[in-house]
């Protein structure tokens, strides 16, 4: 969820739209993750460290802000179990997709998790940590259309959230420049252009597309994942040469993969692996 991905930002909707209807912008979330930095009996308990999140919460399921205007989804579990496991607190800040990697550096924000791809292109600026998911684009068409390879979408309309994996594969098919694709800040907003009619298709992240026509498109919509489209892997992102944060990282998602707890997030998000 790319110029940069998301791979997935603006105002977005992610409740109203079934799991999707949010606004990206500067809420957050309070302090969360468990830790216990007491000393010995007698001694005062220190204060438990917070790192500052950023997360484009118009994503849904992977974040999105709920009726009490609480960043949620399945990257916030993940984040919470590792938080918790290693011991601190994290606190999530709802930053636009456009600009979201600029706030590691001026360290608005200590990590990011935001369904980001981890490309060769973006190690080059930031760290990554090891993934903690696997994902592939995904195109969403009407009904009857058949539009099922990148192929077929030639000579066709087609909405991609603008800067997202899912814009590079298409722009390098099809050419940057080609009016035939409709970019949009968000996600949920290409693939409205595309139930309102305005587009033949949509290309982006399986788990989001998933949910939207779950969602919104029951009996509209058809999915298509093109065999040639690469796997993409998931990484939590923090500001280049930021070793401890990032191993400290890394020792989070080793236990919760090793105990199960990643696998239960999973499930809860997305049900049984197949």
Known sequence: MNKFKRTFAATAMIAGLGLLAVGCGSSSNAPSGTADNSKNAGSSAQTEKVYNVGSDASYAPFEYVNDKKQVVGFDVDVMNAIAKAEGFKVK?????WDGIFLTLDQNTNDMLISAITITDQRKQKMDFSDPYFEATQMIAYKKGTNLTTLNALKGHTVAVQNGTTGDDIVSK?????NSDI???DA???ALQELANGGVDAAVGDNGVVVNYVKNNGAGKFDTAVDPNFPKENYGIAVKKGNTALLNKINDGIKKIKSDGELDKIYEKWFGKKK
Request: net charge positive; charged share 20%; glycine share 6%.
């Open 92 to 96: 999530y800040n709802n930053t636009a």
């Open 173 to 177: 098919a099809f050419g940057k420049a």
């Open 182 to 184: 409709k970019r949009f």
């Open 187 to 189: 996600m949920p907003l």
